[in-house]
Nanobody, 120 residues
Framework: QVSLVESGGGLVQAGGSLRLSCAAS????????MGWYRQAPGNQRELVAA???????MYADSVKGRFTISRDPAANTVDLQMNILKPEDTAVYFC??????????????WGQGTQVTVSS
């Protein structure tokens, strides 16, 4: 099994910064994608940023230019630096790791979630 442990998050004023970190452990297929999703009350979970198994970066349009994702594949860690935070960034942020082995379905693993609250 795969376990994801998140850290960071909290309360910050608009315009401030926060950094989220996530560490994965367990039996992990080496070709994997890691990233961050978020879910605000009443909304669906949405992709914030991710780095896929080919090293490609993906960002939601709403965070481009403000958030930066980085990862260490050897350590199975992924960080999200969030700058110029806005109240609409308030949500529970979830770390995600996913992979697809040959002849298998894509498997997703999730962290427990960490709250980010941005006050105006």
């Amino acid at each position: 099994q795969v376990s994801l442990v998140e850290s960071g998050g909290g309360l910050v004023q608009a315009g401030g910064s926060l950094r989220l970190s996530c560490a994965a452990s367990g039996t992990i297929w080496r070709f994997n994608s890691m990233g961050w999703y978020r879910q605000a009350p009443g909304n669906q979970r949405e992709l914030v940023a991710a780095i896929d198994e080919d090293g490609r970066f993906m960002y939601a349009d709403s965070v481009k230019g403000r958030f930066t994702i980085s990862r260490d594949p050897a350590a199975n860690t992924v960080d999200l630096q969030m700058n110029i935070l806005k109240p609409e960034d308030t949500a529970v942020y979830f770390c995600n790791l996913n992979y697809m082995k040959p002849f298998d379905t894509r498997r997703h693993f999730w962290g427990q979630g960490t709250q980010v609250t941005v006050s105006s």
